[in-house]
C-alpha cells in the first residue's frame, strides 16, 4: 500500500533545480487506484510561475516523481503595508512629501502611490489627495524607487498626519501608519492697518483704535502674542523701522525720540 506521497516544485521544468518539497501524509495507506489526496503547498510567492511533480511511498521506498504538471502561476496579491511618507522641506503652506517604494509586491509590480492626510492621528476626517503621487526616482543603485508629492496652500499650521497606500493589478494595500507630526513654519504677522484717533482722552494722553490680527496666528503659525505702537512727535522719526524705546517717559528719553508701547494680544 501507499504510506504517503512527497510532492516537489520548481521553476524549472526539468526540476533541476528545486525550490522545494513536501511530504503529504495519508489517514490510512492506499491500496489500488482512484484515490484523489489533495494537498496544500504553502509559502509560495505571488506571481511565480512553478511546475509540480509526484511520487509515491511505499514500505519499498519512494517511487519515480510523476511527470510534470505544467506551468502552475501562483496569483500575484495585493502589495505589502508601504511605509509612512516623511516630509522633505516644509514652508509657511506647504509640505513636500516623499515616500521609498518598498511595499512587497506580492507577485504584481507596485505602479501607483496615494496620499492622504488628517490634522488627527485617527484619520475620521481624512483628506484625499487628488491624483497619485509623482516618482521622482526610478530604483537603482541610490536606493528603491521614490515617489513624491508637494502639498501647497495650507492655513492652519497643524499638526498634520500623512498616510500612503499603493496599487499593484491585485488591488490596494492598507494605508501606512501615520507620519510623524509635521507642522508649517512660523510666519511673521502680516503688515496692519494704521491706527486711527479715537479722541484725545485728556492733555497728556490719546486714544487710538487699532484692527486685531485675530486670523493670522491660524494662517501663519502661532498665535499673536503682543502688540506694539511708537509714536513720535514728528512723522520723519518714524521711518527708522529699529527706532524706538520702550516706556520713553519712565526711562527720562528726549521728547525728540520715538516711544515705544507694548500689550499683550488680547485673548
Known amino acids: 500500500p501507499i504510506l504517503k506521497f512527497i510532492v516537489r516544485w520548481s521553476e524549472d ?8 518539497r513536501m511530504e503529504v501524509p495519508l489517514e490510512r495507506p492506499i491500496c489500488g487506484k482512484g484515490s484523489n489526496i489533495d494537498c496544500t503547498v504553502p509559502g509560495l510567492q505571488p506571481g511565480l510561475v512553478l511546475h509540480f511533480e509526484v511520487a509515491a511511498v511505499t514500505e519499498a521506498g519512494v517511487g519515480h516523481f510523476s511527470a510534470g504538471t505544467g506551468e502552475v502561476v501562483c496569483h500575484c496579491d495585493k502589495p505589502g503595508l508601504p511605509k509612512p511618507p516623511t516630509c522633505k522641506e516644509t514652508t509657511k503652506s506647504t509640505f513636500v512629501l516623499e515616500v521609498e517604494d518598498t511595499a512587497e509586491e506580492n507577485g504584481s509590480p507596485i505602479f501607483r502611490y496615494e496620499l492622504r492626510y488628517d490634522l488627527s492621528p485617527m484619520m475620521l476626517r481624512a483628506v484625499m489627495m487628488t491624483g497619485g503621487m509623482k516618482c521622482i526616482r526610478e530604483a537603482g543603485a541610490s536606493g528603491p524607487r521614490v515617489f ?5 496652500g495650507l492655513e492652519k499650521r497643524g499638526p498634520y498626519y500623512f498616510q500612503t497606500r499603493c496599487w499593484n493589478a ?3 494595500s492598507p494605508w501606512s501608519e ?4 509635521l507642522l ?9 492697518a494704521a491706527v486711527t484717533l479715537v479722541e484725545a482722552d485728556s492733555k497728556t494722553s490719546l486714544i487710538v483704535k487699532y484692527i486685531q490680527a485675530g486670523d493670522l496666528g491660524a494662517k501663519y503659525g502661532g498665535n499673536i502674542i503682543d502688540y506694539e505702537l511708537r509714536y513720535a512727535r514728528k512723522e520723519k522719526y518714524l521711518e527708522d523701522p529699529d527706532a524706538g524705546v520702550l516706556n520713553l517717559e519712565e526711562s527720562g528719553g528726549s521728547p525728540d525720540q520715538v516711544g515705544l508701547l507694548r500689550w499683550p494680544a488680547p485673548k
Open 184 to 192: 508649517l513654519k512660523v510666519s511673521e504677522p502680516a503688515r496692519l
Open 13 to 20: 521544468y526539468l526540476m533541476r533545480e528545486e525550490i522545494g
Open 170 to 172: 491585485a488591488g490596494i
Open 178 to 181: 501615520c507620519s510623524a507630526p
Open 148 to 152: 513624491q508629492h508637494i502639498l501647497a
